[in-house]
Every structure is written in C-alpha cells, then in structure tokens.
C-alpha cells in the first residue's frame, strides 16, 4: 500500500506533456520528433497506471489494461516512424522534417 | 510527508530532468542514452505505484525494444554516429504555446481532492484475466493495428521503391 497525493502524479505528467509538446513543435530531425511523441505518450501512459491503482473507482484493472495497449500502440508507432525515416532517408539523404515538402511544393 | 512521496518526487525530478536534457542535447546518440534512462526512471515510478506488470513492461518494451530501434535508426541513417544535430534554436512561440497548455493543466490541479488515496497493488493474474475477459476487444484491436502497421513498415521501406 502507498499513498502518494494525485496532485503530484498529474503534476508531474501536465509537465512531461508539456516537455513533449516543446519537442513536436520546435525539433527538426526525425528521430528527436519520435522521442518527443513517447515523452508524450509516456505522460498519458502514467496517469493511466495512477489512476488504475486508485482505490475506490471499482474499475481498476480498465486503466492497467489500457496503459497495456498503450504501451503496445507507442512501440508500433516507433516501429512505423522508423520505417518512414528509412524511407525519407532513401529519398531526400536526410531525414530533416523539413525537407519532406514534396506534396507541399 | 512519508517516505514513498519523498521517493515519487525524486523519480519525478529525475524523469522531468533526463526529458528535457533528451530533447536539448545536440548530439543523437545521447539523446537516445538520456530517453533510455527517462524510460527506466518511469518503470521505476510504476513499481512504486505497484504497478509492476507495467513495470516490466516498460523496462522491456521501451527501454529495451523502443531505444534499440532508435540506435538502429541513427546507425543507418548517418555516416558519423557522433556528429552533432544543427543547433535548432528555442523559438518562443513553441515555447509559449507549451508552457500555456502546462499552465491551464497545472491550474486545473486545485480541482483535484488532494488527499493522498492509498494506492493498491494488483496480482498480475488479475490483469490478465481482465486482458483476457472484459477488456479482451481492446487487446484484439491492438494485435490488429499492429498487424497493418507490420504491413504498412515492410511496403515503406521494402527495395526498388523510388
């Protein structure tokens, strides 16, 4: 049994949203954009497994088992991100988000 | 203040601190190296929230899976491993529009009844009997997606696509 004050937990995942929010939007380079979204992600990932743990809700093991698919979905979409940097590679030789205009242009 | 917060806050300092040295830094590979040791931090918060199927979980597939993918991702796409990104300066609107979006969820806190709950610690059992049992579509829909995504990565990067 712990007891530790939910203020703090949604504190500390409001802050790591926001870190990952400053990444997305400021970060060039493809892969420092992928990191960006897991800080993201692992924020919401968190509030999930605190709140699973709450007692009193009566649905506890909903929130694991969603922190579960989580968990799943981010290492798919790593898996994806990483198959377009190798695409983006191939085609422009560098994999600057910048760069990838073509449909803009 | 009991000893679990005292260790709650620790984590968190270390998670908000490794975060955003991640996105700072300039050099890649350390990058990946300061994300591996924010992931394992958080496995650790899951341990503390007893919740360590989680915990597992995410010392398995994020620090282990998620870091090696992104080594593997600037090991083929550089010919220097170790040279630095072009500095991308800090530019005040993401900044702003960041800290705005953390201030009206830190001002949102108040909302929340601020009694420490006593958190309790689930068998792995029973998160498998709910995976298996109520929650069982979701699980379903997860090995979908991943399925397609499986499909989707090999068509984007499979050879003589121009």
Do not use: C
């Not at chain 1, 979204?37 to 692992?42: C, K, S, T, Y």
């Not at chain 1, 924020?43 to 799943?72: E, K, M, P, R």
């Amino acid at each position: 049994m712990t007891a530790i004050p939910p203020d703090l937990v949604l504190g500390l995942s409001s802050a790591l949203l926001g870190v990952g929010l400053f990444g997305i939007l400021t970060r060039r380079n493809f892969i420092l954009l992928l990191i960006a979204i897991e800080i993201a992600m692992n924020a919401a990932i968190l509030n999930f497994v605190y709140f699973a743990a709450f007692n009193g809700t009566g649905a506890g093991l909903s929130g694991q088992a969603a922190a579960v698919v989580i968990i799943g979905l981010a290492a798919t979409e790593v898996a994806v991100g990483l198959a377009i940097v190798l695409a983006l590679n191939r085609l422009k030789g560098s994999i600057n988000v910048a760069e990838a205009a073509t449909l803009r242009n | 203040m009991n000893l679990e917060t005292l260790g709650f806050l620790g984590l968190a300092v270390v998670a908000l601190a490794t975060a955003v040295l991640a996105l700072l830094v300039r050099e890649l590979v350390h990058t990946i190296l300061w994300v591996a040791v924010f992931f394992v931090d958080l496995a650790a918060i899951y341990f503390l929230l007893e919740a360590s199927f989680l915990g597992v979980l995410q010392l398995g597939v994020y620090a282990g899976a998620v870091t090696i993918l992104l080594l593997f991702g600037v090991m083929v796409t550089r010919k220097r491993i170790f040279s630095k990104e072009a500095a991308t300066g800090i530019g005040p609107v993401p900044l702003g529009l960041a800290l705005v979006v953390v201030i009206l969820l830190f001002g949102a806190l108040p909302e929340i009844p601020s009694t420490a709950t006593p958190v309790r610690s689930y068998a792995a059992t029973d998160l498998s009997l709910t995976l298996f049992g109520p929650d069982g579509p979701w699980l379903l829909l997860l090995g979908l997606t991943m399925m397609s995504a499986l499909a989707g990565a090999i068509y984007l990067v499979r050879e003589g696509r121009e």
